[in-house]
């Protein structure tokens, strides 16, 4: 079974900021690229963040210059520092991963559960 945990979801005023994490864990082989994608109500979900294996990183162009993606390979971790956050931020955010598990021997898309961040005016 492979899971993924994310955690750091709040309410925050705009201009704040807020740090998501997201842990991998499991029967995983090997991590290719994790990401971090949000949905807000009534709308669809779309891509925020993504850094590859090497650490190459890619940002919705909504985010560039306010969020950072980082990553820990040894804990199968990501990171998503959001800063200057405004109202416009508010959704679900999701993390996902691809990656080879024991189980399938293929490489598939993992999802958490979801983490809701609000920010007020």
């Avoid at 669809?44 to 294996?53: C, G, N």
Wanted: aromatic content about 8%.
């Amino acid at each position: 079974q492979v899971q993924l945990v994310e955690s750091g979801g709040g309410l925050v005023q705009a201009g704040g900021s807020l740090r998501l994490s997201c842990a991998a864990s499991g029967s995983i082989i090997s991590i290719n690229a994790m990401a971090w994608y949000r949905q807000a109500p009534g709308k669809q979900r779309e891509l925020v963040a993504l850094i590859s294996s090497g650490g190459s990183t890619n940002y919705a162009d909504s985010v560039k210059g306010r969020f950072t993606l980082s990553r820990d390979n040894a804990k199968n971790t990501v990171y998503l520092q959001m800063n200057s956050l405004k109202p416009e931020d508010t959704a679900v955010y999701y993390c996902t991963a691809r990656l080879i598990s024991i189980a399938t021997l293929r490489q598939g898309d993992y999802w958490g559960q979801g983490t809701q961040v609000t920010v007020s005016t």
